[in-house]
């Protein structure tokens, strides 16, 4: 941990800082999953789902500044490779081959899903320890990834 004057103490900021990496990884993870379905969906609905899915990825880029900058205002350190990133995501591996827009909707939708669900219990945990910041930013990350599950899942897809 680095020197700062932030008044959480050293074992919250440490906590958060871990929690924040944990989910880095998957915030990066996603937004590679989302760029994979913006440069490979076919169909129809082509235009519609290629700027939506650009849209998800950009968002998810944002998470990842946002997380890794609340790490290092703790006086952490952010964790962002894409070495952390896959061997500590959360989220299921993206299939490979696709190109069916219905198949990525729902590819795209579990990994909203399933990056929401650890946004949640991210929030719990920084709660559970102290850090209300913390949880806040998780709820924003939250309440916006909701969003985008709501937006893609509009598009259908196999359930």
């Not at 235009?47 to 849209?55: S, T």
Request: contains cysteine.
């Amino acid at each position: 941990m680095h020197q700062t004057r932030n008044t959480l103490s050293a074992n919250i900021r440490a906590e958060s800082v871990a929690l924040l990496n944990k989910t880095l990884a998957s915030a990066i993870d996603l937004h590679g999953q989302m760029k994979q379905a913006h440069w490979n969906v076919r169909g129809p609905n082509f235009i519609a789902l290629h700027g939506l899915f650009d849209k998800c990825a950009d968002e998810a880029c944002s998470y990842s500044d946002l997380i890794a900058e609340r790490a290092r205002s703790l006086g952490g350190q952010a964790e962002g490779t894409i070495q952390r990133a896959a061997r500590f995501s959360c989220l299921l591996a993206y299939p490979l081959g696709v190109a069916d827009e219905q198949q990525h909707v729902f590819a795209v939708s579990g990994a909203l899903a399933a990056f929401g669900e650890s946004a949640r219990e991210a929030i719990d945990r920084a709660a559970g320890f102290g850090d209300a910041d913390t949880a806040d930013l998780f709820t924003e990350i939250s309440r916006n990834v909701d969003q985008q599950l709501w937006l893609v899942e509009s598009h259908g897809g196999p359930h």
